[in-house]
């Protein structure tokens, strides 16, 4: 089944403990993102990457790593997580940027808290 | 200016009606437009997709791509409860990016 997997789903941390949340999809996308959710704020991009070892930051990018060894994986890192990073996180994929109809495949999501 | 706009909401219709939803977007190269619709608290998974002018139908969906006056809108027949839900436009083209709107609630009642 093709499928983008996030994990966790739900996780709850304390300031400045150093945290991964891991993407994985299963369909030879070239195109991968994270995406934080906010009320009021909409879908708005943390990280993109084109392709392996292809990264850029997106509208939001502070306080956030991410890498890109291998095709289907891209974690998202949070160096020294804050309160205000509490949110809804989403990967999502895509085949590609650059053609027509390469529309995004979502992660189920991690809630993540920060106390 | 955002890039891509929408009406909050929430927009209610009764059970039966039509609902019409709107996304106006700012970027003139933008070239494929969709619609994902996204349940409290799930991931958005995508409704409808549209790349040239005009209208495009699937089955109870039917999505309308403007160019000149840069808008897209999506219109869903006979409505149902289960489709109460937020509705999101996305937009790629210049930039490598999908952006989104912030979404239209939807609340179709009995």
């Known amino acids: 089944e093709a499928q983008v997997t996030q994990n966790p789903r739900y996780l709850i941390t304390v300031t400045g403990k150093k945290l991964t949340v891991t993407c994985s999809q299963n369909?030879?996308?070239?195109?991968m993102s994270w995406y934080r959710q906010d009320p009021g704020l909409g879908l708005r991009q943390i990280y993109y990457?084109?392709?392996?070892?292809?990264?850029d930051k997106g509208d939001v990018p502070e306080g956030y790593k991410v890498s890109r060894k291998e095709k289907r994986n891209f974690p998202l890192i949070l160096e020294s997580p804050s309160p205000n990073q509490t949110s809804l996180y989403f990967c999502?994929?895509?085949?590609?940027?650059?053609?027509?109809?390469?529309?995004?495949?979502f992660g189920q999501g991690t809630r993540l808290t920060v106390v | 200016q955002k890039e891509v706009e929408q009406n909050s909401g929430p927009l209610s219709v009764p059970e039966g009606a039509i609902a019409s939803l709107n996304c106006t977007y700012s970027?003139?190269?933008?070239?494929?437009f969709f619609w994902y619709r996204q349940y409290s608290g799930k991931s958005p998974e995508l409704i409808m997709s549209?790349?040239?002018?005009g209208d495009k139908e699937d089955g109870r969906f039917t999505a309308q791509l403007n160019k000149a006056s840069q808008y897209v809108s999506l219109l869903i027949r006979d409505s149902q409860p289960s489709d109460s839900a937020t509705y999101l436009c996305a937009v790629t083209g210049g930039g490598n990016k999908l952006t989104f709107g912030t979404g239209t609630q939807l609340k179709v009642e009995l």
């Open positions: 970027d003139r190269v933008s070239q494929s």
């Open positions: 990457s084109m392709n392996v070892e292809v990264t």
């Open positions: 549209i790349y040239s002018n």
């Open positions: 369909m030879n996308h070239e195109y």
């Open positions: 999502a994929s895509s085949l590609s940027m650059w053609r027509l109809g390469t529309e995004a495949f």
